[in-house]
């Protein structure tokens, strides 16, 4: 079956560092590759997406593309803000599914970001 | 504001109990999906409606249920609670393609459950 694999957690910066956190997965055909991030009390928001391979997703200074040859979706942000801190999560669509498709989620990563 | 709204936002019970948590779609969206997030399994599918019909199927315990209703909204039944089932449950929906989906969920701010 289909299934995200991220790095272990949690990572601890400082404010301005530079920020990989690593996702691979596992599926038949090409799924849609996601990033979504949960600040403290709250649900789960998009950050950003790809939709087929070498796409780059890129919003509030994330980045991440889409390596079909390694199966990984990288997170990357070049200077990160105490405001970053949250849980990060990766996550993939089922590609047999067409639209309206559950997501499969990797076990996040908690991001905490120091002054 | 991702217009999924999830009720109620908190809820403490016994063991044994049986407890119903209600989640309304974004406004036109057919798809519901439930999801449970705990510390040690992460986020975990537990079931996918469409426009009134089950859709797919996850980990969904036999002690647990959902239905989608005509105005779309849906509720997940949790019954016979155990301490393990303390969780944050989460709702999301999706549009359909006719309505530019690009595979993306919406998830409402889930709702907190602890079995005491």
């Not at chain 1, 799924?31 to 070498?54: C, H, I, R």
């Not at chain 1, 979706?73 to 559950?102: I, M, R, W």
Request: charged letters at 20%.
């Amino acid at each position: 079956g289909n299934s995200v694999t991220q790095m272990e957690g949690p990572v601890t910066l400082s404010e301005e560092a530079f920020l990989t956190i690593n996702c691979t997965y596992t599926a038949t055909g090409y799924p849609s590759l996601f990033w979504y991030v949960q600040y403290p009390g709250e649900g789960l928001q998009l950050l950003l997406k790809a939709t087929k391979a070498d796409d780059k997703g890129s919003n509030k200074g994330f980045e991440a593309t889409y390596r079909k040859e390694t199966t990984s979706f990288h997170l990357e942000k070049g200077s990160v803000q105490v405001s970053d801190s949250a849980v990060y999560f990766c996550a993939l669509s089922d590609p047999n599914t067409g639209a309206n498709s559950k997501l499969t989620f990797g076990k996040g990563i908690t991001l905490s970001v120091r002054p | 504001d991702s217009g999924v709204t999830q009720t109620p936002k908190h809820l403490i019970t016994a063991t044994g109990q049986r407890v119903t948590l209600r989640c309304s779609p974004r406004s036109g969206d057919l798809s519901v999906y439930w999801y449970q997030q705990s510390l040690d399994q992460g986020l975990q599918f537990l079931i996918q409606y469409y426009n009134g019909e089950e859709r797919a199927k996850g980990n969904i315990l036999e002690r647990f249920s959902a239905q989608q209703f005509p105005d779309l909204h849906s509720e997940l039944n949790l019954s016979s609670l155990e301490l393990g089932d303390s969780a944050l449950y989460f709702c999301a929906s999706s549009a359909d393609r006719g309505r530019g989906n690009t595979g993306e969920l919406f998830f409402g701010e889930g709702s907190r459950l602890t079995v005491l």
